[in-house]
């Protein structure tokens, strides 16, 4: 009994960022980038810096320029380790 109490009493907390697609040419693979602002260390200036991550996008439902919620999981692939949660907002139609 005490063995099952210890094991769902430890629980890991994925990370999650929200991010612009940038690239959704591949099958079941997206790349989203993700922008923050940090502060120059010396002339306190606002810099944009820029990620991108390869994120799992399963049914394919993410399109270029959508607002989208990714979290952290296990290794998908050599460069995969993020999964595509839910679209926050949809491009606009063009």
């Not at 960022?17 to 940090?38: D, I, Q, W, Y």
């Not at 290794?75 to 839910?86: N, Y």
């Amino acid at each position: 009994m005490s063995e099952t109490k210890e094991a769902s009493a430890v629980v890991r907390r994925h990370q999650t960022v929200t991010g612009t697609v940038t690239s959704a040419r591949m099958a079941k693979t997206v790349v989203v980038s993700v922008e923050r602002l940090t502060g120059h260390p010396m002339y306190d200036r606002s810099l944009r810096r820029t990620r991108r991550f390869m994120a799992h996008d399963e049914k394919g439902e993410c399109k270029v320029g959508d607002r989208v919620l990714i979290v952290e999981t296990r290794p998908l692939s050599k460069q995969k380790r993020w999964r595509v949660r839910r679209v926050i907002n949809r491009a606009a139609a063009e």
